[in-house]
C-alpha cells in the first residue's frame, strides 16, 4: 500500500508564507502525476495544483496563481507546495494525490490532510 503523509501545515497570519511537503513510501511502486487538494469546512474538495511526472508541467487553480508552486523531488519522492502571500480564504485541509503505479496496477492514492489556518 502506497502511503501519503502531509506535513508543514500550521496557522499563519494573512500574507504570510508556508511550505507544505507529502512524502510517499510503501516499497516499490512508481508515481506519476501528483497534485494538492483543499476542502474548507462546509465547502467540497477544491483543486490547488498539480504536477506531472517529470515535473515540467504544472496547473494551477485560478484562485492560487500566482500565490502558490507546486514541485517535487523524484529522488525523496516528495510533493510540495509552496504558498506566498496566503489569504484568510486560503484556510482549508489540504490533501496531497498520486497516481501511482504499484505491482501492474495504476490507482489514485491520497495523504490524510494537513490543516492551513490563515488568521486576518
Known amino acids: 500500500q502506497v502511503q501519503l503523509v502531509e506535513s508543514g501545515g500550521g496557522l499563519v497570519q494573512a500574507g504570510g508564507s508556508l511550505r507544505l511537503s507529502c512524502a510517499a513510501s510503501g516499497g516499490t511502486f512508481s508515481i506519476y502525476a501528483m497534485g494538492w487538494f483543499r476542502q474548507a469546512p462546509g465547502k467540497g474538495r477544491e483543486f490547488v495544483a498539480a504536477?506531472?511526472?517529470?515535473?515540467?508541467?504544472?496547473h494551477y487553480g485560478d484562485s492560487v496563481k500566482g500565490r502558490f508552486t507546486i514541485s517535487r523531488d523524484n529522488v525523496e519522492n516528495t510533493l510540495y507546495l509552496q504558498m506566498n502571500n496566503l489569504k484568510p480564504e486560503d484556510t482549508a485541509a489540504y490533501y496531497c494525490?498520486?497516481?501511482?503505479?504499484?505491482?501492474?496496477?495504476?490507482?489514485?492514492?491520497w495523504g490524510q490532510g494537513t490543516q492551513v489556518t490563515v488568521s486576518s
Open positions: 504536477i506531472n511526472r517529470s515535473g515540467r508541467s504544472t
Open positions: 494525490n498520486a497516481v501511482c503505479k504499484r505491482y501492474g496496477s495504476t490507482r489514485d492514492y
